[in-house]
């Protein structure tokens, strides 16, 4: 059974080669996961692809079996990790992991003990994201409001996406699975389906509300394939995919003088780092964003921190 290492491993063999009961336990995970948990199928992919790893280090011995997994077993698998390049983040993200299945093996009755209790790993590098500055997130809205100046249907397109992404803070994931119907004009808010199938309601300005308008008055019926109820549709008229929103955003953005290359991820941090230096508290940027916890939304304040601290850096007599 292959150890686990960062190098190119096939856990869909792996898996395969795992002995029937600890398949069967993966299958259940799985199902935990996407079911009962309701996490992405990215997310889902990446918990089972660690616990594979995991299993198939524990079962490389073909006369082992899950009791053999207790925390010397999860740090060495962790130290097989490291020692074939995994990062800190990565590392971090791992020991995560296969600490909720440990925690789920445990209380299904798997594992007598839970061993991912006692298991301490790295900590992640948090890095902090970029931002734009407010001016240059009003030059990348300029300069798309010239282009849809021009009637052109993608072009009305793709400046109703980069207003509603920035005027909201939504995910590429969310913003591609809005429908029409999920605008609320008379309210000026969106209805939006976020991690964990959680719904909430998001509000929007007016230049979004007028971009998006305007997109669906003269642009959309130009691309959208008959009875599409997606808000924003690809050339082809079916829903907008994320990579087309990624593409766009990046080239959007490389247009702004001196602004960081970012994608959709990027304008999320903009307006949560803008709604927080206008003034916004930490709870109603948490709502907002749709984040879980408050930690989530607390990064946002380290970026203002520094931010502040550049600024003072800069413009003070004595900063130096």
Known sequence: MPTSSTQ?????????????????????????LRLERGLSEHTVRAYIGDVVSLLGFVYRDESADLSALDVGVLRAWLAGQRSGGASRTTLARRAAAVRTFTTWAQRRGALAADPGARLVAPRAHRKLPGV??????????????????ERDPVALRDHAVLELLYATGVRVSELCGLDVEDVDFARRMIRVLGKGDKERMVPFGAPADAAVREWLDAGRAGLAAPGST???????????DQRSVRRLVHEAVGSVPGAADMGPHGLRH???????????????????LGHATLAST???????????????????????
């Not at 009961?21 to 199902?31: K, Q, S």
């Open 298 to 320: 607390q990064l946002y304040t380290h970026v203002t921190v520094e931010r502040l601290k550049a600024i003072h850096d800069r413009a003070h007599p004595r900063a130096r």
């Open 270 to 288: 903009s307006a949560a780092t803008h709604l927080l230096e206008g003034g916004a508290d930490l709870r109603s940027v948490q709502e907002l």
């Open 132 to 149: 734009l500055r407010p001016e240059q997130a009003e030059e990348l809205m300029r300069a798309s409001a010239s282009g849809a100046a």
């Open 230 to 240: 997606a808000l924003f549709v690809g050339i082809r008229g079916r829903r907008m």
């Open 8 to 32: 190119r491993v096939d856990l869909r063999r792996v898996r395969a080669e795992l002995p029937e009961a600890a398949g069967d336990l993966v299958g259940e995970y799985e199902r935990h």
